[in-house]
């Protein structure tokens, strides 16, 4: 048989080679300069992030962080240290040269706390479950069947029988989605003051209040009564604790009125609404099943308990070693957990026995909820939306997942899009669409099933982490019921195994990441966004770039506008990303060389392009009315209007500020820790009026006057 003929070509050495080789080597030389390319691309963008700064190094917080992660197992890179910067607080950054690609943090997938982790807790899971809708006889029945089969080998030594295998495990509905049970957890693990496991987590969360972090840095630091030097130095960390990051909707009085600003006062309600609601309906519903314990008084709330619990520590914890190994000024929880971690290694110093396991169980989550508050709720929901990251994870061993027979896995019950987690509050949120009358043959069973399901499903936190883009969901298996649980029971020895349950969840969950909550925000982050590596062992953040020594490392929070940074976050950005109008073929070399002085991107438009080339649409939907003056003078007087409004506002806030620091009268309590946050809030709302402006006279015909934009000249300031 004849061999085809084989084309060969002439290489850039001048050799001859095939051509499938030379078309090869063609295809690696582009990748090649795409890769290139896109590494110039990162290095340009986050070229602002990687500028140096001025910062304190901070030694002792350094040590912590490494601590910690040896005690996660998690990998934090060795050429970065904690510190201080003046105008973000703590973070982290660069003590030598950084390269593109290396591994910032990894931490291992069973160290993040979500409702993975929640399920699996030795003390929590029971909760957990009763969250995700197990039937409250059903934890009864397996705690009477595991004292008994516990009873039952005690006296008669002999190892549990075989047991029947069990039925066809049974669907639950959750009452509340996977976020508000990784919330209660967080607040458990902080009642018991990290002892329960999260301390790395709980070390470095926000105070709930400036009151919060004065009296917990007081309570801290005066460990010794009459001692001078004890004395100044809770002096000093009080002060220093009312200049520290603090959580907007937990001292919202007069800050929102005074912006007047209706997206800000919406969320501010609606999350306000969702936790009173947690507080008046889910809570009593749990304590239906954990009563409080008698002669407990409750609503006491687990912040002040972690407020008393640092005090505590104080006075029995040696100063030195106290000092060393907490930073009071972040408020209650943190102070809590580091004062228990000082104590546990100055026990451990002393030859201590380790804490007991005799204060676990039932009792413990009835003390925990007979003390949650409606302040802890609102701290919780805070945290949640401020510091979680939004994962691909799957359950943890030994949960286990479960493909029903014949059932397509389709979103959770309940769940909702992003879109319409919105709706009124009065409506529980994520509650199943209702079937109308005549639709389905089985439509009014199934409506009533639906309304029985409704009855025990409270409205609860927003769904922005979790359920905006979810198209699936896994089956987890819950502990109780089933073998290689958590509590390892599955009913009385000879009997048929109890009934199993399944609940659905979630394709992504929210998760905290330990040590991860170091990293400050900017739009030109370094850090690439977290992924899942070594199937699902660890969550892993590399670099996008080259960082420089002094230079602090970023994450990107997500493109958020400057109202939800300063609600949920506590600080408003003083550079975002802005849509800028074309600019023209004479000026883009001279502005291409030049750097925005807030530092802003620039999103500019081809002058000549065409409809919808650019993911920039909004730009040009003002084509299609440009050649009809009649229309554009209509929309130009609206939305002129409204911006001026807009700028007008802003200045006239501005100028209040400013008379409120200069005037010798007393200004309102607020203004001392929220004033120069609401400036920049306030600088931003000006210069987005200002850029709109300019787009509406690049693209409406009929220009504007100079003299109808308003005067942005302070805005620099």
């Known amino acids: 048989m004849q061999r085809p003929p084989e084309m060969l070509l002439r290489n850039a050495q001048g050799k001859w080679e095939p051509e499938a080789a030379v078309a090869a080597a063609h295809a690696a030389a582009a990748a090649d300069a795409y890769a290139s390319q896109a590494q110039h691309l990162f290095a340009l963008f986050c070229a602002p992030a990687n500028q140096v700064r001025p910062?304190?190094?901070e030694e002792r917080q350094t040590a912590i962080l490494r601590n910690a992660a040896a005690d996660l197992q998690a990998y934090v890179h060795p050429k970065v240290q904690v510190a201080s910067f003046s105008r973000e607080g703590r973070g982290l950054v660069a003590a030598e040269d950084l390269k593109r690609g290396e591994v910032l943090l990894r931490v291992p997938t069973s160290a993040l706390l979500n409702v993975y982790t929640a399920l699996t807790h030795r003390t929590f899971s029971p909760l957990a479950q009763l969250l995700l809708g197990l039937p409250p006889e059903r934890l009864l029945q397996q705690e009477a069947a595991a004292q008994q089969q516990q009873q039952q080998e005690q006296q008669h030594h002999n190892p549990p029988k075989q047991q029947k295998k069990p039925e066809e495990p049974t669907e639950v509905q959750p009452l509340v989605d996977s976020d508000v049970v990784l919330c209660l957890f967080l607040l458990f693990l902080a009642f018991t003051n990290g002892e329960q496991g999260g301390r790395a987590v709980?070390?470095?969360?926000?105070?709930?209040?400036?009151?919060?972090?004065?009296?917990?840095?007081?309570?801290?630091?005066?460990?010794?009564?009459?001692?001078?030097?004890?004395?100044?130095?809770?002096?000093?960390?009080?002060?220093?604790?009312?200049?520290?990051?603090?959580?907007?909707?937990?001292?919202?009085?007069g800050v929102?009125?005074?912006?007047?600003?209706?997206?800000?006062?919406?969320?501010?309600?609606?999350?306000?609404?969702?936790?009173?609601?947690?507080?008046?309906?889910?809570?009593?519903?749990?304590?239906?099943?954990?009563?409080?314990?008698?002669?407990?008084?409750?609503?006491?709330?687990?912040?002040?308990?972690?407020?008393?619990?640092?005090?505590?520590?104080?006075?029995?914890?040696?100063?030195?070693?106290?000092?060393?190994?907490?930073?009071?000024t972040t408020g209650a929880v943190a102070a809590a957990a580091a004062a228990a971690a000082a104590t546990a290694q100055a026990g451990a110093a002393c030859g201590a026995p380790a804490v007991s396991a005799s204060s676990e169980g039932t009792h413990l989550l009835r003390a925990f909820l007979a003390q949650l508050n409606y302040a802890d709720f609102l701290w919780a929901h805070l945290v949640l939306e401020s510091r979680s990251f939004s994962l691909p994870l799957g359950p943890l061993g030994p949960l286990q997942e479960f493909q029903p027979a014949g059932v397509p896995l389709t979103n959770p019950p309940g769940y909702r899009s992003k879109a319409a987690s919105v709706a009124p509050t009065e409506e529980p949120s994520g509650g199943p669409s209702r079937v109308h009358k005549g639709e389905e043959s089985e439509g009014d069973n199934e409506q009533e099933e639906e309304e029985e399901a409704e009855e025990r499903r409270v409205p609860f936190l927003l769904e922005l982490v979790e359920t905006g883009a979810a198209e699936g969901c896994r089956c987890?298996?819950?502990?109780?019921?089933?073998?290689?649980?958590?509590?390892?029971?599955?009913?009385?020895?000879g009997c048929a195994a109890a009934p199993a349950h399944f609940v659905r969840l979630p394709l992504r969950c929210a998760s905290f990441v330990p040590l991860g909550d170091l990293l400050n925000h900017d739009f030109h982050a370094q850090v690439l966004s977290p992924v899942i590596e070594e199937e699902g062992k660890s969550l892993c953040l590399r670099l996008a770039c080259d960082v420089p020594a002094g230079a602090q490392v970023y994450v990107h929070y997500g493109p958020?506008?400057?109202?939800?940074?300063?609600?949920?976050?506590?600080?408003?950005?003083?550079?975002?990303?802005?849509?800028?109008?074309?600019?023209?073929?004479?000026?883009?070399?001279?502005?291409a060389d030049k750097t925005d002085r807030d530092e802003e991107w620039q999103f500019t438009a081809e002058t000549n392009a065409a409809a919808g080339e650019t993911p920039w649409g909004p730009t040009y939907t003002f084509t299609a009315i440009k050649h009809d003056p009649e229309a554009a003078a209509r929309i130009r007087e609206i939305l002129m209007d409204a911006l001026?409004?807009?700028?007008?506002?802003?200045?006239?806030?501005?100028?209040?500020?400013?008379?409120?620091?200069?005037?010798?009268?007393?200004?309102p309590r607020w203004v001392r820790v929220w004033g120069e946050r609401l400036r920049v809030y306030l600088n931003n709302q000006r210069?987005?009026?200002?850029?709109?402006?300019?787009?509406?006279?690049?693209?409406?015909?009929?220009?504007?006057?100079?003299?109808?934009l308003p005067s942005l000249g302070s805005a620099a300031n």
């Open 55 to 57: 910062y304190t190094p």
């Open 202 to 253: 709980l070390r470095f969360l926000p105070a709930a209040g400036e009151a919060d972090a004065s009296a917990t840095a007081a309570a801290v630091c005066a460990s010794s009564a009459g001692d001078p030097a004890a004395a100044e130095a809770a002096g000093a960390a009080a002060a220093a604790a009312a200049q520290k990051e603090e959580l907007l909707l937990m001292d919202t009085e």
């Open 256 to 328: 929102v009125e005074f912006l007047g600003d209706a997206a800000l006062a919406s969320a501010v309600s609606r999350s306000e609404a969702k936790c009173k609601m947690m507080q008046e309906q889910l809570l009593p519903l749990l304590l239906q099943t954990f009563p409080p314990p008698e002669g407990m008084q409750q609503g006491g709330g687990v912040i002040s308990a972690c407020r008393a619990a640092a005090a505590a520590a104080a006075t029995t914890t040696p100063p030195h070693v106290l000092l060393e190994t907490c930073t009071p």
């Open 476 to 493: 987890v298996m819950l502990p109780v019921g089933f073998s290689g649980g958590p509590q390892g029971v599955e009913g009385p020895p």
């Open 560 to 591: 958020l506008q400057s109202w939800q940074f300063l609600a949920f976050f506590g600080f408003c950005p003083s550079s975002f990303p802005r849509l800028q109008p074309p600019q023209r073929e004479a000026q883009r070399e001279t502005i």
């Open 644 to 667: 001026q409004s807009v700028a007008k506002a802003a200045e006239d806030r501005t100028a209040q500020l400013d008379q409120w620091s200069e005037d010798s009268k007393p200004a």
């Open 687 to 708: 210069a987005l009026a200002d850029t709109q402006m300019k787009v509406l006279n690049n693209y409406l015909s009929s220009p504007l006057s100079s003299s109808m």
